[in-house]
């Protein structure tokens, strides 16, 4: 494929009809990136990336593309697999529907950029693996989390030895997702169908995988308790059914050099926090507590001495005794950068750890989370060979 001569990367992004593939992937990504003149090469020169959407509906799809000015558009896969002008096939699809596109993607020669979790299984998020290395295509997993502003100020933290030595982290995420019936759900219903793929853990533990893996350690076990705590809830037709997905996860991993995290996924939480997720790391010289957008940390040459007394009301404000980390950059849309760095991997070949294998890792630790889960035990994790 001769990106370099025309400057145009035509990408088939199957599953822009959906809420995150339309608003993250295609509206604020692709889109964005199209507006700003395409993405900056390190010859100085731009690639344009060209989208043409994919899905089931017909509908759905003609109006996306009429919204947006956009020329293409298909409902047949096979088609649009076997245009020669298609450089990356992009998926967002639910789960269960992922891969057999993604199998079909690579045999027909396109580079892989896909939503995790890449499959829904180990074995098949495994394959995917092999399949797309023995075929020397190049493959991409989103791992928006690690580009969010609030998690690459942490990130700074940690480069800059803020900590010391970092000894826990301690993760609060989710927010209420109402049933369905007397107000309309904020997710679709089949997040809490085991057998259409949902659940929090399947969903979530990729993306605590990978935020662990390349902040503060690799997974070395897991033990964890998946819960349904909501048992009915109402789909997008307000029709009854039975919840048979886990819709709370509590987890803790244990990983590469002794740091504990013990993270908590929730459907069914009330949110008394700054954002929707947080994330609290400690260590012997400071603290930090990061979530989507912001980071505030407290050094231990100012870390005061709370003394325990029932007896007294609460003597400090403990919040105000955080200072907060400034941006110290423009912090772009973390789905729209990592979209420019798979584009500059599958153009010029810069580099991208972001690949199947670590992909296939986080589907290891969801699967692993259930295990044990089911168990009720600690679970190791193995290394993953391809």
Not at 154 to 160: A, N, S
Not at 226 to 238: L, M, N, P, S, Y
Request: glycine share 8%.
């Amino acid at each position: 494929m001769e990106l370099m001569d025309s400057h145009v990367l035509t990408i088939a992004m199957n599953g822009v009809t959906g809420r995150m593939g339309y608003r993250q992937h295609l509206l604020r990504s692709i889109l964005a990136i199209r507006e700003e003149g395409g993405v900056l090469l390190s010859d100085g020169t731009r690639v344009l990336p060209e989208p043409v959407l994919v899905g089931r509906n017909e509908r759905k799809l003609r109006e996306l593309a009429d919204r947006h000015s956009l020329d293409r558009w298909t409902t047949d896969l096979d088609e649009v697999l076997a245009d020669e002008s298609v450089s990356i096939y992009f998926d967002s699809q639910v789960t269960s529907a992922r891969e057999s596109a993604v199998l079909r993607a690579v045999k027909a020669g396109k580079h892989i950029y896909a939503e995790k979790p890449t499959a829904t299984s180990l074995e098949g998020a495994v394959e995917l693996a092999r399949v797309a290395r023995d075929a020397g295509v190049k493959t991409g997993v989103v791992q928006d989390k690690l580009f969010l502003p609030g998690l690459l100020k942490l990130k700074r933290l940690i480069d800059g030895g803020f900590f010391g030595r970092i000894l826990s982290v301690r993760g609060e995420f989710g927010y209420w997702v109402y049933e369905g019936d007397w107000q309309p759900a904020q997710r679709p219903s089949w997040n809490y169908r085991a057998e259409d793929g949902g659940g929090i853990i399947v969903d979530m533990f990729p993306h605590w995988h990978y935020v662990l893996e390349a902040l503060f350690g690799s997974v070395e076990a897991v033990t964890a308790k998946a819960v349904t705590h909501i048992d009915r809830r109402w789909d997008e037709q307000g029709k009854a059914y039975e919840a048979t997905a886990d819709d709370a996860a509590y987890g803790i991993f244990e990983l590469a050099g002794g740091v504990i995290a013990q993270i908590n996924s929730s459907w069914c939480v009330r949110v008394n926090r700054d954002e929707l997720v947080e994330f609290q790391v400690d260590g012997t010289e400071g603290s930090a507590v990061a979530g989507l957008r912001e980071c505030r940390v407290q050094h231990r040459a100012i870390t005061p001495k709370p003394v325990w007394n029932p007896d007294i009301a609460v003597p400090e404000p403990f919040r105000e005794q955080w200072q907060t980390v400034p941006d110290n950059a423009e912090l772009d849309n973390g789905f729209k950068v990592q979209w420019e760095q798979f584009i500059r991997h599958v153009v010029e070949d810069a580099p991208f750890p972001h690949d199947f294998l670590s992909g296939a890792r986080g589907v290891q630790l969801a699967e692993a989370g259930l295990l044990s889960s089911t168990e009720g035990r600690r679970v190791p994790l193995t290394e993953i060979t391809i």
